[in-house]
């Protein structure tokens, strides 16, 4: 059967990195589905739309081919052909991937390329509404979070060992900003789903946090 693991949260829960490496333990593979709401907000922001236009970005949607695959270092996401996963993670395509994916035909589109790609082979997903939406018979479905302050300090950490010298501030004003969009939007909002196992990593390790989603998933599989 199947193996399909859905993971859910906000901004800066550390999803990427820990659905990484339970994906890895499982031996399975893993979308990270941000990349490809990002690809879009990239996409818009280099055509010089405005992400607030919804019939511009559900255009431009729609004209373009995103995709995914998977090489040795990960997933890397595709605009047509170019490799773009390297331009994806600035905080201007970040703000640009929350504004367009409050749009209903720009998330139906996604989420039929989503569900299509887990049909295909075991998988980890992570999201916003994997759970409630890409993945509702998800072996196991999982609301990764933590505490707004701990996640910007996350966030503020990881950008600076990428080089990008936001102060704590700006970044905690951004992921306040994020959340307040990504949970208020019409469409799908992120929330937990009512069957969707809660994982609080505030004050839990990296390895605590993959444990505990590996022994969530265990149980499932078994039960
Ligand atoms: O996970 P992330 O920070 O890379 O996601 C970027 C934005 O994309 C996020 O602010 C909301 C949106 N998103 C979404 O609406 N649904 C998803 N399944 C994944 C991301």
Sequence with gaps: MRLNVAIDGPVGAGKSTVADAVAK??????????????????????AGIDTGDEEKIVGLCRGLKIAVSYEADGQHTFIENE???GLIRTPEVSMAASTVSRYAEVRKEMVRIQQRLAAETDMLVDGRDI????LPYAAAKIF??????ERARRRYLEMREKGMNDS???VLAELKKRDEQDMNRPVEPLRRAPDAELVDSTSLTFDETVDAILRIVEAKRNG
């Design 25 to 46: 333990r499982l031996g399975i593979l893993h979308l990270d589905t941000g990349a490809m709401y990002r690809a879009l907000g990239l996409a818009a922001l280099r």
């Design 83 to 85: 490799d773009v996963t």
């Design 131 to 134: 759970c409630t939406t890409v």
């Design 144 to 149: 990764l979070t933590a505490d707004q302050e």
């Design 168 to 170: 704590f501030e700006n």
